[in-house]
C-alpha cells in the first residue's frame, strides 16, 4: 500500500521501536521500508533522524528526557552511545501507555530537561514522538544555551533535508532554523 502512495519520503515515526535493538536494526529497519516502497535512500526512522540532527548541531554527549521506564532508557543510552553521543545524564516517567504518553504537559516535558540538563551535556535530546515536544525547544534552548532536539522535530527536519527542501522554519529550535551546514547532516537528497 505504501508503493501506491505518491511519497517523496517515508519516515517511520517510532523512536523506541527503531533503537531497541540496536543500530543494525535500526539500519535494517530503513532497508526493508526501501524495498517496500519503492524509495530507495528516502526512507528513515525517527532514531537515524536523530542521529543525523545530533550530528548536525554538533552534539557529543548528551542529557536524555524521556518518558520511558529504566530498561528502555538503559536500550536508548546504548544506541545513542554507539552512535557517538554517549548519555551523561537521564530521566524517565516510566510510562507504558501510549495514551498516558500524550498526556504529558508540555511545562513537564520543559521541566524535566531543565532538571536533566548537566554542565557535561553539549546537547539534550528529547525521546519519543508521542511525547509533547516541539512547543518547548525554543524556550529550552534560551534557557539551556544549548541546542535541545527531539524526536519529532528531527523526524521533521530529517523529512524536509531528504527532500531537498532547504528552508528556515524559526520558533522551533537552531536544528529548523536553517543555519546549519546541509552537508553535515547526512542526508541523502
Avoid at 530503513?30 to 526512522?45: D, K, M, N, P, Y
Avoid at 553521543?85 to 498526556?103: C, F, N, Q, W, Y
Avoid at 525547544?137 to 539551556?144: G, P, S, T, V, Y
Wanted: with cysteine.
Amino acid at each position: 500500500l505504501v508503493a501506491q502512495a505518491p511519497l517523496d519520503v517515508l519516515v517511520f515515526g517510532g523512536t523506541s521501536a527503531s533503537f531497541l535493538h540496536g543500530t543494525a536494526w535500526d539500519r535494517m529497519l530503513v532497508g526493508h521500508f526501501e524495498e517496500w516502497s519503492g524509495l530507495a535512500g528516502r526512507c528513515t526512522t525517527t532514531s537515524t533522524a536523530s542521529i543525523a540532527a545530533l550530528k548536525a548541531v554538533g552534539a557529543g554527549p548528551i542529557s536524555l528526557v524521556t518518558p520511558y521506564r529504566q530498561e528502555v532508557i538503559d536500550r536508548a543510552s546504548r544506541f545513542f552511545g554507539e552512535n557517538g553521543h554517549p548519555v551523561v545524564a537521564s530521566v524517565g516517567l516510566g510510562i507504558t501507555s501510549d495514551r498516558e504518553l500524550a498526556e504529558v504537559p508540555l511545562e513537564r516535558v520543559f521541566d524535566l530537561a531543565v532538571e536533566t540538563d548537566t554542565d557535561q551535556s553539549s546537547a539534550v535530546f528529547i525521546s519519543c514522538t508521542n511525547f509533547a515536544s516541539v512547543g518547548a525547544i525554543a524556550a529550552l534552548e534560551a534557557e539551556l544555551g544549548k541546542p535541545v532536539i527531539s524526536a519529532v522535530q528531527a523526524s521533521f527536519w530529517y523529512a524536509l533535508q531528504m527532500a531537498g527542501v532547504r528552508a528556515a522554519r524559526p520558533g522551533f529550535g537552531a536544528l529548523l532554523e536553517d543555519r546549519l551546514d546541509p552537508d553535515a547532516t547526512g542526508a541523502r537528497a
